[in-house]
C-alpha cells in the first residue's frame, strides 16, 4: 500500500516541478531581430511588419513621414518614447513595407505607428 503513495507523490512532484519550469518566461530570438545594439540612423531602410491586413495601405501611404516609438517595461509598466521618423517607400509583399530612416534612431524591434495601425520595425538582410 506503502508503494502506490509513493509513486502517487514522486509523480506530482514531477508534475509540480514541470508546471513551475513551464511557467518561466523562455528566452525568444526572433529571426527578424536585427543584432543587440545596431541602430539604423538618417538614410537607412528599414522594413515594416505588419498583420498582411489590407486596411494597412489605409493608414501606411507611401510617401507618408510615421512616428517611431521605443517601448520599454520599467516596474512592469510599459513607457514608450518617441525615437525617429521614418518615410514609407514601398510595399514589398503581402506583410512588408519598405521605410527610410529620415530623422532620429530606430532599432528592431521599434513601433511604428500611425492611426489606429501599428507596425512593428525590423531591419531588412542588406541595407
Known sequence: MKAPKALIMVMAAIFM????AGCQPASVKSEVMAPAGKTMT???KVRLFHSGNEDIQQFFCVGDIVPVSREVIVYGEANRTEVGKIK?????GPQAILAEVVEGTVMAGNIAEKGESACMVYLPETN
Do not use: A, K, M, T
Open 17 to 20: 516541478g514541470g508546471l513551475i
Open 42 to 44: 538618417v538614410g537607412d
Open 88 to 92: 514609407v517607400l514601398s510595399y514589398e
